[in-house]
């Protein structure tokens, strides 16, 4: 198609009256261009409006005196025909919407169409449906439904989001052998995309495991903003349980019943405690006796029991974690979804998490375990330092009594070898002084007399040494 439709064109294709291959290409046209799917939109927007008209002038069976077009409702058929979109069989009904599975024509991209209700009962759903626009525009996070697109349809308000092939949170834990670590990273992605509504200012406020699924790789996805509340103040909207607040009353924090028009983001911590509670036991914090006689507002002010109550397994300092964000009182609470995934980060990496307070014997004993490796090297190296030091004392010490041993055995040997010695040099002067060598023979007088002096010094002698020297006849000098 070379451009716009004029309005007439457009009108007939609203109508259905162009021929078919027209129809299609200009359905198409629609769907790619602003000005004409505003403009689709008007004619649709004439339409309810001359049907509530009729239904004025005609009445109803209930009488003139009730609001004219009351009962005009707009049923959703169970196949939805979109252009732009390959349906694909099946659906999901809720209370306020039916969900279509779809594949988008241009991208191939697997989708789901979320189309509200449009009757008296569901007068809440279209700004039910504008809060949750507006909520996930606000967001941009990987653990986070992106919106795709939005618009109305045969009256009724849709938009469209990835199809996210998986299963709840309950089910994905239930149906997988799961680590406590695996459990916790799963609830860290999670409490990661809350916290990150919070810094743009949304409130989901019916965080629960069906509202968190988990995809085909692993990845939990938050979705369902229908109650969304943007904490710059925005009203909350209170038609969803009869009974003057909205949610899910066994997720619910006890202030979205007892002071509804005073909720902040620890609601949604609240609610995040009782998701990590039943990831980690694989049971509701809450469980109503029985369903039939259990009134919803009740449900919500139950105080859900201990975490090792049903799981004595789980440490101390992560049941103190879901303590603290589950505590009744919004004040004892963790102040943020940060404040709570940085001690779910801590008690991950084995370092002290807040819940457990300032207890020294806790701090230091964490501080061990995280510090484990290290400690072992500082007391590996002590060890070997103090063998070493202990293998050169007593090295030391085995070569005093050595060298003691063998000073003692020298003294006491030396004199009498050297007086060996001195003899010796004596008979060898009388020797050479006989054959008549006299300057060798004085030599070896000389060395006799000093040998004797040695051993006489040596064993502490201090008697007059005797002339050893050789008597050499003087005609021989």
């Known amino acids: 198609m070379a451009g716009c439709l004029n309005e007439v064109e457009l009108f007939r294709a609203f109508r259905g009256e162009l021929p078919m291959e027209a129809q299609t290409d200009a359905l198409r046209h629609v769907v790619d261009c602003s000005l004409c799917h505003e403009q689709w939109r008007r004619f649709e927007l004439d339409v309810q409006v001359a049907d509530s008209l009729r239904s004025a002038m ?204 005073d909720v902040d983001t620890r609601a949604d911590v609240f609610m995040l405690g009782l998701l990590l509670f039943e990831v980690l036991t694989g049971r509701r914090a809450r469980e109503a006796a029985d369903e039939g006689q259990t009134r919803a507002v009740d449900l919500a002010r139950v105080h859900p029991p201990p975490v090792r109550s049903l799981s004595p397994e789980i440490p101390r300092d992560l049941a103190a974690i879901v303590g603290r964000a589950t505590a009744y009182s919004r004040e004892q609470r963790y102040a943020s979804a940060q404040a709570l995934h940085d001690d779910l980060v801590a008690f991950r990496d084995g370092r002290a998490v807040e819940a457990m307070g300032e207890g020294l014997l806790y701090r230091v004993s964490k501080f061990s375990r995280q510090h484990v490796t290290a400690l072992l090297a500082i007391f590996s190296v002590v060890f070997i330092l103090s063998i070493a030091l202990l293998v050169r004392r007593e090295t030391l010490r085995y070569s005093e009594e050595a060298y003691t041993r063998a000073t003692r055995v020298s003294q006491g040997l030396l004199p009498a070898k050297l007086r060996e010695l001195s003899r010796a040099y004596h008979e060898l002067a009388r020797m050479y002084s006989a054959a008549g060598a006299v300057e060798i023979a004085e030599d070896y007088a000389m060395r006799a007399e000093a040998a004797m002096r040695h051993a006489e010094f040596s064993s502490g002698e201090s008697a007059p040494v005797p002339n050893t020297a050789p008597d050499i006849p003087s005609d021989q000098l």
Do not use: C
């Not at 507006?134 to 990987?142: G, V």
């Not at 349809?153 to 149906?175: H, K, S, T």
């Not at 997988?176 to 799963?186: A, M």
């Open 58 to 261: 005609a009445g109803d069976a209930r009488g003139a005196d009730e609001t004219p077009g009351v009962d005009s409702v707009t049923e959703i058929p169970d196949h939805l025909d979109m252009p732009g979109f390959r349906m694909l069989s099946g659906y999901v009904d809720g209370g306020q919407a039916r969900v279509f599975r779809a594949v988008h024509q241009a991208s191939q991209e697997e989708v789901a169409i979320k189309v509200f209700h449009n009757s008296p009962l569901n007068e809440g759903g279209h700004a039910r449906f504008l809060r949750e626009l507006r909520s996930l525009a606000r967001l941009r996070h990987p653990n986070v439904i992106p919106i795709r697109s939005a618009g109305e349809i045969m009256g009724l308000a849709y938009y469209v989001m990835p199809w996210i092939q998986g299963a709840p949170l309950d089910e994905y834990v239930r149906n997988n052998q799961l680590s406590t670590t695996r459990k916790i990273e799963l609830l860290l992605r999670v409490v990661s995309a809350v916290e990150h509504a919070h810094r743009r200012g949304v409130l989901h406020l019916d965080l629960k495991p069906s509202n968190v699924r988990v995809d085909q790789s692993g990845e939990p996805i938050v979705m369902d903003f229908g109650l969304a509340r943007l904490s710059s103040g925005e009203t909350m909207d209170l038609s969803g349980l009869g009974l003057g607040a909205a949610g899910t009353p066994a997720y619910m924090a006890p202030e979205q019943i007892e002071d509804r028009d």
